[in-house]
């Protein structure tokens, strides 16, 4: 295991960087979408009730 | 059907990270503990167990990009939009963990990180297709011409998916060939084993990252939908501009 220890270490470092990244990434676009929605609706509603 | 349908996604997206959870270290488990050391190689073939099965699933996800973009140009439906962009999004990444995890097992083994043989290359070019895919979403704004562009590409992109999976016999290449239509595979029992516990975690990590991807989809088009409407509406005088994003 010592010799190519740090090969194996990385490569699986880095599989789980991605989908770890990934997963995060996925989160934040719905956080940001369902915000922007919330406020298109209130405007939405403000402007119909004006 | 709605609420069903909502309920159904609502329990497959609590369900689906789940079940990879475990699988994943079920597989991990297996790859370290459980299969046979390879005697020329070393420890560090167990790259293998995570590296091959990502291959694997990442062709099945360009194919369902494929499917979802001959059935968008057929139907229009947007939702076939959804899943050929979702796919393509997770075929990405599951590609990207090949291209980085074969050079670190290509280091210790063939002397180098990265050679121009066959099987690399073309892995390396299926990857810039998709990455055209998703590029080409972004050249126009009109979602409808995004959508029709990708599907152009995501037909046409599948092409190298078999140029990828059949170079190793037809330019003679020196990547192992680890799966074969006809002859067997030369794995050791255990070996085969853990590989396709491999594949099968894989393939209930893309299940997992797709109920979670497609709907982000669907909500981006109702926000497009919302901003048009909002932008729609008649001002009053002396109003700002309503902001919109």
Not at chain 2, 35 to 59: N, T
Not at chain 2, 122 to 128: H, P, R, S, V
Request: include cysteine.
């Amino acid at each position: 295991v010592a010799e190519h220890f740090p090969y194996l270490f990385w490569a699986y470092n880095i599989i789980w960087f991605l989908i770890a990244g990934y997963v995060m990434t996925l989160g934040m676009r719905q956080r940001s979408i369902r915000r922007r929605i919330e406020r298109i609706e209130q405007t939405l509603g403000k402007e119909e009730r004006a | 059907v709605k609420n069903a349908r909502k309920t159904w996604l609502g329990a497959a997206q609590i369900a689906l990270p789940l079940m990879t959870l475990a699988l994943v270290i079920y597989t991990l488990h297996g790859a370290f503990f459980f299969a046979a050391r390879e005697k020329v190689m070393g420890d560090v073939q167990r790259i293998f167990y995570f590296h091959a099965p990502a291959g694997i699933v990442c062709f099945l996800a360009f194919f369902v990009t494929f499917i979802a973009s001959i059935a968008y140009l057929a139907t229009r439906n947007t939702f076939w939009d959804h899943v050929g962009h979702a796919s393509t999004e997770v075929g990405l990444l599951l590609c990207s963990i090949v291209l980085l995890t074969g050079p670190l097992w290509a280091r210790p083994v063939w002397g180098t990180y990265w050679t121009w043989e066959a099987r690399l290359t073309t892995t390396m070019i299926l990857w810039l297709i998709y990455m055209g895919y998703l590029l080409v979403r972004r050249y126009t704004d009109n979602p409808e011409q995004q959508a029709r562009f990708a599907a152009v590409m995501g037909i046409i992109g599948f092409l190298d998916v078999p140029i990828v999976y059949w170079s190793v016999s037809w330019w003679r290449g020196h990547h192992p060939l680890v799966l074969k239509i006809s002859g067997g595979g030369g794995l050791e029992p255990s070996m085969r084993t853990v590989f396709m516990r491999g594949i099968v975690t894989y393939l209930v990590m893309y299940a997992c990252l797709m109920v979670l991807r497609v709907p982000l989809g669907r909500a981006e088009e109702e926000l497009r939908w919302l901003a048009e409407r909002a932008a729609a509406l008649p001002r009053r005088q002396g109003d700002r501009p309503a902001r919109i994003s």
